[in-house]
Nanobody, 112 residues
Framework: QVQLVESGGGLVQPGGSLRLSCAAS????????MAWVRQAPGKGLEWVSYISSDVEITSYVDSVKGRFTISRDNAKNTLDLQMNSLKTEDTAVYYC?????WGEGTLVTVSS
């Protein structure tokens, strides 16, 4: 049974940091490329960041470049997203995805 379980969301003030984690099980985690996708309240899905299966390639949506860092540990079956200098517009549910499978998401709220 494939599972992607996100954690690490919460309430943070603007300028703060959070680290999201995604624990994967039920498939060979080192095979697929992975991504973080978010959905802000009342809006559609927005791709945030991508990392290749071999960790060689990463990419980010322009709005988070220089603030977010994606990483993965294929030995531990985990995908992380370090989020710094958070802005109110980063408020969203963040999903971990292997493109075929999705987690249930973790809510990040950036507010003073």
């Amino acid at each position: 049974q494939v599972q992607l379980v996100e954690s690490g969301g919460g309430l943070v003030q603007p300028g703060g940091s959070l680290r999201l984690s995604c624990a994967a099980s039920g498939f060979t985690f080192s095979n697929p490329d992975m991504a973080w996708v978010r959905q802000a309240p009342g809006k559609g899905l927005e791709w945030v960041s991508y990392i290749s299966s071999d960790v060689e390639i990463t990419s980010y949506v322009d709005s988070v470049k220089g603030r977010f860092t994606i990483s993965r540990d294929n030995a531990k079956n985990t995908l992380d997203l370090q989020m710094n200098s958070l802005k109110t517009e980063d408020t969203a549910v963040y999903y971990c995805t292997s493109y075929n499978y999705w987690g249930e998401g973790t809510l990040v709220t950036v507010s003073s």
